[in-house]
């Protein structure tokens, strides 16, 4: 098993910024992605960002151009820059790893508990 710890959410006034984290911890060889998805209440759960180990990213339509995911090989950690924060970016933001080498087995995909993020003057 992969656990996976996010930090940085908080509440923020519209226009503003904070920077999640997301550590995996365990016996890691290597991490494939690594990626952000938020879920608001009553609906689905969308894709934020994404980012593999050789550093190409994906955006979700949402968010480009305020948001930028980047990682930390070494640490096994990612990170997910918010800027210019609207209302409807208030969600549950859930860390993703996909494609996890930990003692030589591949696990598929594992998700972190979630850290809220709420936008509101």
């Known amino acids: 098993q992969v656990q996976l710890v996010e930090s940085g959410g908080g509440l923020v006034q519209p226009g503003g910024s904070l920077r999640l984290s997301c550590a995996a911890s365990g016996t890691i060889f290597s991490i494939n992605a690594m990626g952000w998805y938020r879920q608001a209440p009553g609906k689905e759960r969308e894709l934020v960002a994404t980012?593999?180990?050789?550093?190409?990213?994906n955006y979700g339509d949402s968010v480009k151009g305020r948001f930028t995911i980047s990682r930390d090989n070494a640490k096994n950690t990612v990170y997910l820059q918010m800027n210019s924060l609207k209302p409807e970016d208030t969600a549950v933001y859930y860390c993703n790893a996909d494609g996890v080498v930990d003692r030589g087995l591949l696990w598929g995909s594992s998700w972190g508990q979630g850290t809220q993020v709420t936008v509101s003057s």
């Open positions: 980012i593999t180990s050789g550093g190409s990213t």
